[in-house]
């Protein structure tokens, strides 16, 4: 089956690595036309010119910067058709007493802030044209319970905005749709293991398939999502986690069966 993504403009944040530059070179492979945003001007650039793409510098969290790209990116390359919210930030895994302030509003602000202020600025240009297709990134981090207490709460919150904005803008041709990945290879999960970001076990035992999920698992439905093979589908969080979620409550029986 075809996407039909070939000739339509499409804008990824987060787009120079892991999950974000995944879904750029899966939508290149489809003939999407790119324009990759993200804060990492050096590595942005470069994934751009690997993909014959087009990079805006950008902080997602900053509402005004977003503004002026969107503007910047439909006067220069015509109408953005697919929204990718990419960007993203890692939590360390801390106890409330020990999470400041600043990091937990960090958090919330390049998340949740971020794909609100993307939303907002695409969201109503495709709906005046009748057309478009929105993909945010949530986390099974936002679906269960977690010591991630700034990141599992925004990720929660971009599952309930996908579903308000897949309502606000349905009847005028919009699909808003989430994809909420597990534990995923990305340089950013190494970094956060490495350097104590994040603590953990086994994480590729914490899942029912027994393995970490690859960014292009991920990219893979990100493009599902975007394009007209999901025709009927809007205000969904397709969960994409090597069945980490289904594994969990199985610790109380003394874990997964291995055979």
């Known amino acids: ?7 339509r403009l499409a804008l990824v944040t987060g787009g120079a690595s892991g999950i974000g530059r995944a879904v750029a070179d899966l939508l290149a492979a489809e003939g999407a036309r790119l324009v990759l945003a993200d804060r990492d001007a050096t590595e942005g650039a470069a994934a751009a010119r690997a993909l014959d793409a087009r990079f805006q510098p950008l902080d997602v969290g900053d509402e005004a910067a977003v503004a002026t790209v969107v503007a910047e990116v439909e006067e220069l390359y015509g109408a ?28 919330q602000r390049v998340h949740l802030r971020g794909t609100y202020a993307c939303c907002r600025e695409v969201g109503p240009r495709m709906a005046a044209r009748g057309r478009g297709s929105i993909v ?20 929660a919150a971009i599952v309930s905005l996908t579903e308000g904005l897949a309502a ?22 190494a970094r956060g293991l490495a350097d104590g970001t994040l603590t953990s076990g086994d994480l590729s035992e914490a899942s029912a398939l027994g393995r970490l999920v690859a960014p292009e698992e ?11 093979l999901s025709s009927a589908m809007t205000g969904t969080a397709l969960i994409v986690d090597a069945g980490y979620l289904v594994a969990a409550p199985w610790v109380a029986y003394g874990g997964l069966r291995n055979r």
């Open 218 to 228: 991920i990219a893979r439905a990100v493009v599902f999502l975007a394009s007209d």
């Open 136 to 155: 945010t990134i949530a986390s099974v981090a936002g679906l269960a319970s977690g010591p991630l207490h700034s990141y599992g709460p925004a990720k």
């Open 168 to 189: 606000e803008w349905g009847r005028s041709g919009v699909r808003v749709n989430a994809v909420a990945p597990g534990f995923t290879e990305t340089p950013a999960l």
């Open 80 to 107: 953005i058709d697919v929204l990718v919210t990419c960007a993203g930030v890692l939590q360390r895994t801390l106890p409330p007493s020990r999470l400041s302030w600043k990091e937990w509003d960090r958090i």
């Open 1 to 7: 089956m075809e996407t039909a993504l070939q000739g």
